[in-house]
């Protein structure tokens, strides 16, 4: 009987023990599902991008013609940077660095299309050949997020190569339809049909609503990409009649480029609303900026630009290194996470956008691959400046952007900033200009002369960048007389009035770049 009682005792131990070890582990695994559900989820991430929108267009950055106000709604509820950077001064170098996270030298994407847009045979340089099409091997911010288990979408403008290969949907995309060249009548790669006279700005906001509705139950990654304020200039005619009467304002004159500047705020106030109405407001990164400058400031600098805006205070406009072609709004908005009514004059770059969002997603790095920015993904949220202090930003710029009446944008250039002083190295004859930002934004006093030791230290830091980078210059070329670009000699920018009827079929690359 004993023996059986001591079998029966060890029966019960082992029951209770494999009970009380089966009550661990459920509530181990009960204690981890309640952390996981505990735990922020990854946040949506929206990235609209205006296409040749300038430094000033925006009431909340001073325009006293232009009215956006739900993109001033945003700065009201997040942060705006005063010293938001490009990539480059004009289209595809500014889109390669922002979806690639490098600098040109990397990439290869220093401008828009072929060398041969602009008669370089006339001047001392030969420019480095430009690169097209965003590399197969560069591995995209998309892809990097999609790896993250974030829904991928782009709408509107790409502009580094729509073939089967280089198209979006193929650079880490789930979705992506792509479109530019024209605002009415416009052409889209895959062709989508839509009702006549629809504007550019209003489909592709459509596709990004319709977009954030189906993935609102998971993480996403939207870009939404205008081919406005690009010209052609055209607009919709009950927005054009908003500003017809209205006094100009420092530079801003145009009622139809008004009416196109309206059409984006438009979008994004509907954005907006889509994800308050979702309840995604507090989960969601929302993000506006441009390309590059504004097509404005030539006439005073002797340039034959075709100006449709202004970019004053800022020297120059699309097309040049000086500020008014690289420097443009930044605005970030995330209710909950960063504070309301924050201006920043931290100085950011495209090449930072990669390494920032990866951070806030919680997403790693690619292994073995190059990233050239900083995250401000600390900066956004707490205010922070560590590792963004005193930090050095780049430019190489190798070829030339021609104006109208043989002016030119620009010639071949080296730029740096790092706090207050910016250098520029102008290639074809080495002369160097430099300027203190903080006292002279419009850049009108070159202080090389009273300076050099300062500029010694600057010339210095961009030499040692473009070795490390292994940046390829522009090689010594005889001028030759008489020598035409293949492509028409046209002003980077054309006013080009009601022009919202006008049929013209669309195309992949505009002069204007």
């Not at 004159?253 to 994800?275: F, H, K, Q």
């Not at 309840?279 to 400031?297: A, E, H, P």
Request: net charge neutral; proline share 7%.
């Amino acid at each position: 009987m004993t023996g059986h009682n001591s079998i029966i005792a060890r029966a019960t131990a082992r029951v209770l023990a494999t009970a009380f070890y089966i009550m661990l582990c459920c509530g181990g695994q009960l204690l981890f599902a309640e952390a996981q559900s505990a735990a922020p989820g990854k946040p949506n991430l929206v990235v609209i991008l205006a296409d040749d929108l300038g430094y000033t267009d925006l009431s909340c950055y001073g325009s006293k013609y232009y009215e956006t106000p739900n993109i001033d709604r945003m700065a009201a509820e997040g942060m705006r940077f005063t010293d938001g950077y490009t990539a480059g001064p004009n289209c595809q170098p500014t889109r390669a660095a922002l979806i690639s996270g490098q600098y040109g030298p990397r990439t290869g994407v220093y401008t828009v299309g072929s060398i041969e847009r602009f008669p370089w045979r006339t001047r001392t340089l030969r420019p480095v050949d430009n690169v097209e099409k965003l590399p197969l091997e560069k591995i995209t911010l998309a892809q990097a997020l999609k790896q993250a288990g974030y829904a991928t979408g782009l709408f509107g403008k790409w502009h580094l190569g729509d073939d089967p290969q280089h198209h979006p949907g193929a650079r880490g995309f789930d979705e992506a339809i792509t479109s530019m060249g024209q605002h009415f009548n416009f052409k889209t790669n895959p062709p989508v049909s839509y009702p006549e006279g629809t504007y550019l700005a209003d489909f592709l906001t459509d596709k990004a609503i319709d977009f954030i509705q189906r993935h609102a139950k998971e993480p996403f990654f939207l870009c939404l990409h205008h081919f406005a304020v690009h010209s052609p200039h055209e607009a919709k005619q009950n927005l054009i009649q908003r500003f017809e009467g209205k006094p100009p304002a420092d530079g801003h004159n145009s009622p139809v480029y008004a009416a196109m500047i309206a059409s984006v705020d438009e979008s994004v106030g509907r954005v907006l609303a889509t994800l308050q109405e979702l309840g995604l407001d507090d989960k969601t990164l929302v993000i506006f900026t441009s390309d590059n400058g504004g097509v404005g400031g030539y006439e005073r600098l002797g340039i034959a630009g075709g100006s449709i805006t202004d970019n004053a205070p800022l020297r120059g406009g699309k097309g040049m290194l000086y500020e008014g072609g690289i420097r443009i709004p930044y605005i970030f908005r995330w209710p909950g996470k960063i504070s309301a009514g924050k201006v920043c004059d931290v100085p950011i770059h495209s090449v930072d956008l990669y390494p920032t969002l990866l951070e806030l997603a919680g997403a790693p790095a690619p292994k073995d691959y190059v990233l050239d920015g900083v995250s401000y993904a600390r900066l956004l949220q707490t205010g922070s400046q560590a590792d963004l202090s005193n930090r050095a930003l780049f430019w190489h710029f190798p070829g030339y952007l021609g104006a109208g009446k043989g002016t030119w944008r620009t010639t071949p250039v080296g730029v740096v900033r790092q706090g207050d002083w910016k250098l520029l190295e102008f290639f074809e004859d080495g002369h160097l200009e430099l300027y203190n930002l903080r006292e002279d934004i419009g850049e009108e006093k070159n202080l090389a002369s009273q300076f050099p030791e300062k500029v010694a230290e600057m010339h210095a830091l961009l030499k040692k960048w473009r070795e490390e980078i292994k940046a390829p210059m522009p090689t010594p070329h005889t001028p030759e007389a008489g020598a035409q670009a293949r492509q028409p000699d046209t002003p980077p920018g054309r006013a080009q009035g009601r022009r919202q009827q006008v049929k013209r079929q669309a195309q992949p690359q505009e002069t204007e770049e």
